[in-house]
């Protein structure tokens, strides 16, 4: 059963600071693997999709890197800002045949001060 | 990239009462799509996978019969949660798998808050 932990659970950050946010998970036999981003009471937006075969992925302020051997995954924010204010989340998705359950982490809910 | 909608964002309703959601792929079909629910400081859980023309599938400690999943058309589908009490009250998110020749990713719609009364 995979297993997905993401730390740290809450950041704290002053604006302006580079961060990065942790995500282990305990099966490496992976399809790909996602990083959301979650506003209170909102919905889900994806951020990066890694597939098992990258390294990693970027978009604007943010990499994420993956190595699947020891079975993690960060991700980096470049510059933090206030609006960068949510809880990110980290999904993984299994690699064996057409099973699809995703997994996710709790989240790591993170506070950029101006 | 792909859209999946969901309907309504958030509703609120009385205990003992029926709620529909719907989850729409909107630019590509979907044979497949999940259900997921999740309860304040917890992760996303996945309830179902709905399969389109046959029944749903469900995860183990789910209720099929309080979570009826219907998925009828390539691009609906939809969770009824038949006679809701509070403990229902959560966040529910469905996902769109889009597969072919060179892709195969699930993508997540906005979500729909459920309060019941």
């Known amino acids: 059963k995979q297993e997905v932990t993401q730390i740290p659970a809450a950041l704290s950050v002053p604006e302006g600071e580079n961060l990065v946010l942790n995500c282990s998970f305990t099966d490496s036999a992976i399809y790909n693997l996602q990083w959301f981003r979650q506003d209170p009471g909102k919905g889900l937006t994806s951020l990066l999709l890694?597939?098992?075969?990258?390294r990693e992925q970027t978009s604007g302020r943010l990499n994420a890197s993956l190595d699947k051997s020891s079975g993690r995954s960060t991700l980096y924010i470049a510059a933090s800002q206030p609006g960068d204010s949510a809880t990110y989340l980290c999904?993984?998705?299994?690699?064996?045949?057409?099973?699809?359950?995703?997994?996710f982490g709790i989240g790591t809910k993170l506070q950029v001060i101006p | 990239g792909a859209v999946v909608s969901q309907h309504p964002s958030w509703v609120i309703c009385k205990s003992g009462t029926s709620v529909k959601i719907e989850c729409r792929s909107l630019d590509f079909q979907a044979t497949t799509m999940f259900w997921y629910r999740q309860f304040p400081k917890q992760s996303l859980m996945l309830m179902a996978t709905s399969n389109e023309g046959s029944k749903a599938t469900y995860e183990q400690g789910v209720e099929k019969d309080k979570f009826l999943i219907n998925h009828a058309s390539l691009t609906l589908s939809t969770l009824t949660v038949t006679s809701a009490h509070p403990e229902d009250s959560s966040f529910y998110i469905c996902s769109a798998r889009r597969w072919g020749a060179n892709t195969d990713t699930q993508y997540f719609g906005p979500g729909t808050r459920l309060t019941v009364l």
């Open positions: 999904a993984v998705r299994p690699g064996s045949g057409g099973y699809q359950k995703v997994t």
């Open positions: 890694i597939q098992s075969s990258q």
